[in-house]
């Protein structure tokens, strides 16, 4: 792609129907996503806790006024690894209008170098099986797949 | 086992040495901990962290006075999922000297347990391909193994 000017920043309370039609915009995210107008409030409060918790940054990717990218930067204090901080990213996504033009790609390194400027020494996602592409993905941005991610519902 | 009394509770101060050793006596963590007298100062400094975030619980298994089991519980606000909250497991530990005895699993049973408590609706960890026995482990506890956890060091 062209250099293009996108700014990242932390995203703000008027974001969020943007983030959450991203999220929702994808074959997992379509089961599990809520896009209605106006959202359900469960989002407005987890955004609120995130807000204000200095551990985490909801990122939004912005593209002449308007968010094109999200991800969810979570830094993680831990005593493995003689104490230092981890940051996690969950949550990754581009509009699917602007995919494959180096946005996600941009939109990680610039995460990565936040990361690494508050002083995570290791940055760590999980992804599911089935997004191979993603796998690539991060194998170029230098991540390798060491680990098994498992998950188990809360009934 | 014959059912014995194993207290779970909150980790203080004073029991990170024994978190640490636990951390420390394993393949993967003896190459990155320091288990010295007196620890490095960067444990207790992570230790002050997470125990001032309501979103941590640092965990200990009790026997008999002893710490013999460990782990980190993360409470993650998330905007995916409707905004529902996460719980994550890290850096679990049984004292080899008492493991295959069921105290891994009880300790996890109660960690889950806890985690819904607190309104989390899905709990998620990592482990290294190479421990298949704890794949085997957390299967038997709920757990799929769906993703891939990516991880990539920050230099």
Known sequence: MTQRDILFRLAMHADLPSIVR???DDDLG??????ENPLPESYYSAFEKINNDSNHELIVAELDGEVIGTLHL????????QGRLRAQIESVRVDKRFQS???????MKWTMKRAKQRGAHVVQLTTHKS???AHR?????GFKGTHLGMKSRLK
Chains 1, 2 share one sequence.
């Open 22 to 24: 991203m999220l929702a």
């Open 30 to 35: 379509s089961q599990r996503e809520r896009y």
């Open 74 to 81: 979570v830094f993680l204090p831990s005593i493995s690894f």
């Open 101 to 107: 033009q180096g946005i996600g790609s941009e939109m």
């Open 131 to 133: 997004r191979v592409d």
């Open 137 to 141: 993905f991060y194998e170029r941005l």
